[in-house]
């Protein structure tokens, strides 16, 4: 009798990690792409946020110190040819693009650049990294694929939680990143390691003048 105990418990537990799951990572994201207007698109990406970090302080097991675990596990080699690929590809995305945006906030707004450098890495790219790794893989380690399905499943999410910018290219660029930060992730062990590509991707979109595709003001539906 115990071990049924146990498997129903365990069958349980597993149903409300899908439905949480599916709720928060598939449907919220959908909803807000889908109905709401682009100038509450952030103050519903902020309740977003929070929510996930309640339900990341409440994973059980899961303690804050984690964070700092492995956190210089990279070298500043890797970081060096990071970000001359991410600078040449986001360069040659731009200028095949938007050519007409070009590195134009670099060259004619460098004040505000500089607010963004500073912003993006605590603002977005530290509250995503927390939803989508170490809340996806800590909370919901139990009901993931195993191998790369894990990898995958989580850049597809991640891309989808981009939906409400309505761009392909948005979209391919934030599946490639998170295939990458998850690798940082998971691989190198270093939640911090993650967030520091995260940021340099960021601000390097933002330079190049790709911005404007992550930008609510600019978002068409098509519907």
């Known amino acids: 009798m115990s071990k049924q105990s146990d498997w129903a418990h365990d069958g349980a537990l597993h149903l409300r990690l899908r439905l949480e799951f599916g709720l928060f990572f598939?449907?919220?994201p959908v909803l807000i792409a889908v109905f709401f207007p682009p100038n509450w698109m952030f103050p519903s990406l902020?309740?977003?946020?929070?929510?996930?970090?309640i339900l990341l302080h409440y994973t059980p097991g899961f303690t804050w110190v984690e964070l700092r675990y492995n956190w210089r596990n990279w070298t500043w080699r890797e970081i060096a040819l990071f970000s001359v690929a991410m600078t040449a590809f986001c360069s040659a995305v731009v200028m095949a693009m938007r050519p007409d945006v070009a590195f134009r906030m670099l060259l004619y707004r460098p004040e505000f650049l500089?607010?963004?450098w500073l912003a993006y890495p605590i603002a977005s790219a530290l509250p995503q990294e927390?939803?989508?790794r170490s809340l996806f893989f800590r909370r919901y380690q139990a009901i993931l694929p195993n191998g790369k399905g894990a990898y995958l499943l989580n850049a597809s999410l991640f891309s989808l939680a981009h939906l409400m910018y309505w761009s392909w290219i948005v979209a391919i660029?934030?599946?490639?990143g998170g295939l990458l930060f998850t690798?940082?992730?998971?691989?190198?062990?270093?939640?911090?390691?993650?967030?520091?590509l995260h940021a340099i991707a960021g601000n390097v979109i933002f330079a190049a003048g790709l911005g404007i595709y992550f930008y609510s003001g600019n978002v068409q539906r098509p519907f």
């Open 26 to 28: 598939v449907a919220v």
């Open 46 to 53: 902020f309740t977003f946020t929070a929510i996930g970090i």
């Open 114 to 116: 500089t607010v963004i």
């Open 130 to 132: 927390l939803l989508f």
């Open 173 to 176: 660029m934030t599946f490639g």
């Open 183 to 196: 690798w940082a992730y998971r691989q190198r062990g270093s939640f911090f390691y993650a967030v520091l």
